[in-house]
Each structure stands twice: as structure tokens, then as C-alpha cells.
């Protein structure tokens, strides 16, 4: 119901009520009147007025009455009342404000003077809802600004540690990815000799035949390459972890660079990789990738994997749910990440999972701060708020929601490739 501007004179003599309404239209308010309190409740059921002049005697339910009904209704209880009665004595101006009136006129009426006290009322309302107004705006913004600053200052937090284990483990990987390749040849070599030592003597020691035999040499020589190549393939798989993981909190939160948008969903990927792997019966998370050759992205880097991040986390939790709904299913667990030039100023990039999809209802209220369908402590209703504005305010892109309950949800990211 629409807050309306006129003002109810609610007086059950007529005479009254025609002389306070010539006196109030001329003043060029509009004018609704009420000849008892039954009527004027119901009336302002329907619209509101600004402002309410109650007489007090009156046949049926008297003005103290209606008062208390009015007030005790939230949808009436903000209207300011103004009682208007011949009763001038103390007791009743004060029972009367006590009620929640704001204020006492009495009888016979100074026309002048209604007017001025009903227009200080109508201003004095009007500050009131401006400053309400206000106060709620201000708290929202507040909310808003602390969410992102504990966010921030966990991910900051989060990052530095990242950003310190992976410089730590550094140093060591690379002593082992360096030795690898002389210890390669140091053992080629040894087995050279070995075997030189086999062709040259026929007759080896017992002692010695005891020990090639019971060590299996030829196995072993044969073994022992193969074992140095599968370090040398995963030292260089811990270096390409370390060096994901240093993209992924790259601190550049002051200026925007260029930025591969690929090499930031693959090392968010790597990150978020311990969740994608099975889990019990629960088959592995696959994630198939689309990528289209796509310039690189004047960005946040930071940022923008943020988002990657959020939106990738909460399709592990859709697919994992969809999971705990339907064990028998057939269906295998999904992420599909696609990109490309959706013009020749953006790039796109498209999420989608197979997962448990969500209601329009939900749907329309996901980038709401604090809006969560999660467990308490398993989510907190800030990953896509956060994801929304990073996109959008701090990148001037845009992000979007499809899903469909029981099938699943698609996240589409447009950003511009220059800003
Ligand atoms: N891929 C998805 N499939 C289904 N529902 C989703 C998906 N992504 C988001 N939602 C819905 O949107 C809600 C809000 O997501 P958001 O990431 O903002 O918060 P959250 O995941 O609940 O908590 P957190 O702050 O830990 O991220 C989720 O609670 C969920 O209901
Ligand atoms: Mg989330």
C-alpha cells in the first residue's frame, strides 16, 4: 500500500467536519473525513493517510480507542495522530498522548492554528521517514563494506600464506629438479662400469654372485632409470603447482594488468583440485575444458580468480548434493568450462555443472549478500555477491545465472578486454 498525502478528519459532527475541511483545502490539502472510528480504521486500511485529526468523543468506539487500534496495527502504526476534542483538561491531553498521539488540538478551533500544527506534523513525518531511510541505507552500505573487508582481509591473509609456501618450497624443488639430470648420468655410468666388470670377469667371487643375485642387478639396473624419469616427472609437476599457486594470489590489487583468463581458471582448478578427485563411492568430479584462443585481459588477476573460485566451489557443492540425492544415478559428475570472444571487445567465460540446480526463486536472490541455502558453517552467503561485484563494478563486465532444478546451473561471465 502506497503512502498517500491527504489528511482523515475523523469527527462525528458535521459542522465540525465541514468547517475544519473548508479550513484545511484552502490551505491546499487534500481531505478525506471519517464520521466514527470504525469507518476511519477500515478506510485507512485501504489507503494511508499522512496525517490524522481524531476527535475524541464519539459515538461507537471514541478516539482514544481507534487510537490504540491504529497504533496497534504495523501498517498504521507510523500515521501521526492528532487529537482534537473539547475535553481540554490535563488527564485526557495526557492519556491522549500517551496512546502514541502526537499532539492536542482543542475545541472551538483557531483555524490558523490547525493548519500550522498540521503541516509542522506533516514535516515533522517526513524528516522522520527521510532520516529511517537513511539509517537503513547507511547500514546496508555498512554491512555491504564489512562483508568485503573481512572477506578481503581473509583472502589477503590466505594469500600471503600461499604466496609464502609456495616461494618455501622453491628453493628445494629446484636443488632436486637440478641434481636429477647429473644423477642420471652418474648412474648410467655406474652401470656401465657394472656391467664392464660383468663381461671382464667370467668368474666373479661367490660373495659377489651372492650379492648380485640376491639384489636381482639386472632388474635393479634396468628399474633405476625408469624411477629417476617418474622424479624427474613429478618434481616438474610440483614446480608447475608451486608456480599455479603463486599466479593464483598474485598481489596486484592496485592496478589492473595483463591477464591469460586461461592460466587463471587452471590454477584455480589445481587449487580446488583435492575436491574434484572421488570421494568414498562418491565418483571423481570431471571438468571438461572448451578454450577458445582469446587475447589477454586487462584485469585483476587477484580478483578474477576470486570469482573462478567462488563460482567453481559452489558447483563442486551443487554436483556433490546431486550426489547425496541420487546415489544410484547414473550420471557422472560434470564441470564444463568454455570460453571465447563473445565480441570483438569481450571475452566469455561459461561454468556449468550437472549438479542439484536451484529454484527461480533461489535463482533471483543468489548475488544477495548473505544469501545462503547452506548449512550453517558450510556457507556463508557471500561467494557470489563478492564474484557479482568484482565482475561487474570493478571489471565494468557482467555475470549471469541459468539453472534449472534437478539439471543444473550455468554461470556466464562477460569481461572487457580493455577497461
Ligand atoms: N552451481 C550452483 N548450483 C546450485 N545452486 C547454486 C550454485 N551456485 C550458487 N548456488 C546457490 O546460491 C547460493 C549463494 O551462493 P554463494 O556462493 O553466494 O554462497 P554460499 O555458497 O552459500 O556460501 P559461501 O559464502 O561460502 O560461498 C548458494 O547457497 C546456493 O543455494
Ligand atoms: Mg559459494
Not at 127 to 155: F, I, N, P, W
Request: aromatic share 4%; net charge negative; hydrophobic share 40%.
Amino acid at each position: 500500500m502506497k503512502n498517500s498525502d491527504f489528511v482523515l478528519i475523523v469527527d462525528d459532527n458535521p459542522t465540525n467536519l465541514s468547517v475544519l475541511s473548508q479550513a484545511l483545502k484552502s490551505a491546499g490539502f487534500a481531505i478525506r473525513v471519517a464520521e466514527d472510528g470504525e469507518s476511519a480504521i477500515e478506510l485507512v486500511q485501504h489507503k494511508l493517510p499522512a496525517l490524522i485529526l481524531l476527535d475524541v468523543q464519539m459515538p461507537g468506539i471514541d478516539g482514544f480507542e481507534t487510537c490504540q487500534k491504529l497504533k496497534a496495527d504495523p501498517l498504521t502504526q507510523n500515521i501521526p495522530i492528532i487529537f482534537m476534542t473539547a475535553l481540554a483538561d490535563t488527564e485526557n491531553k495526557v492519556k491522549g498522548l500517551s496512546l502514541g498521539a502526537v499532539d492536542y488540538i482543542p475545541k472551538p478551533f483557531e483555524q490558523a492554528e490547525v493548519i500550522a500544527r498540521v503541516k509542522m506534523h506533516l514535516q515533522l513525518k517526513q524528516l522522520t521517514d527521510h532520516l529511517e531511510q537513511k539509517v537503513l541505507e547507511r547500514t546496508a552500505a555498512l554491512q555491504k563494506a564489512q562483508v568485503q573487508l573481512v572477506q578481503q582481509e581473509k583472502l589477503s591473509m590466505l594469500g600471503q600464506l600461499v604466496a609464502g609456501v609456495a616461494h618455501e618450497m622453491n628453493n628445494p624443488i629446484s636443488c632436486i629438479i637440478s641434481n636429477i639430470h647429473p644423477a642420471q648420468e652418474y648412474i648410467a655410468e655406474l652401470t656401465q662400469i657394472l656391467q664392464l666388470c660383468q663381461q671382464q670377469y667370467s668368474q666373479l667371487p661367490a660373495t659377489i654372485q651372492d650379492a648380485i643375485a640376491q639384489a636381482d642387478l639386472d632388474f635393479l639396473l634396468e628399474d633405476l632409470p625408469k624411477l629417476l624419469n617418474s622424479m624427474q616427472v613429478s618434481t616438474g609437476r610440483i614446480k608447475e603447482i608451486s608456480v599455479s599457486l603463486r599466479n593464483f594470489v598474485r598481489a596486484d590489487t592496485s592496478v589492473k594488468i595483463e591477464f591469460d583468463v586461461h592460466e587463471g581458471l587452471d590454477s584455480t582448478l589445481l587449487i580446488l583440485r583435492h575436491r574434484l578427485k572421488s570421494l568414498g563411492q562418491r565418483p571423481e568430479i570431471q571438468i571438461f575444458k572448451q578454450y577458445a584462443a582469446l587475447p589477454k585481459v586487462e584485469c585483476y588477476p587477484g580478483q578474477l580468480n576470486q570469482v573462478f573460485m567462488n563460482i567453481l566451489a559452489n558447483a563442486v557443492d551443487a554436483l556433490e548434493d546431486a550426489w547425496q540425492q541420487d546415489k544410484q544415478g547414473n550420471n557422472s559428475l560434470a564441470i564444463k568450462i568454455c570460453t571465447e570472444m563473445s565480441s570483438p571487445q569481450e571475452v566469455m567465460i561459461r561454468i556449468s555443472d550437472n549438479g542439484i540446480g536451484m529454484t527461480d526463486e533461489v535463482r533471483q536472490r543468489i548475488f544477495d549478500c548473505l544469501f545462503t541455502t547452506k548449512a550453517v558453517g558450510k556457507g556463508t552467503g557471500l561467494g557470489l555477491a563478492i564474484a557479482h561485484q568484482i565482475v561487474v563494478e570493478k571489471h565494468g563486465g557482467s555475470l549471469q545465472c541459468k539453472s534449472s532444478l534437478g539439471q543444473g546451473t550455468e554461470f556466464v561471465i562477460v569481461i572487457p578486454i580493455r577497461h
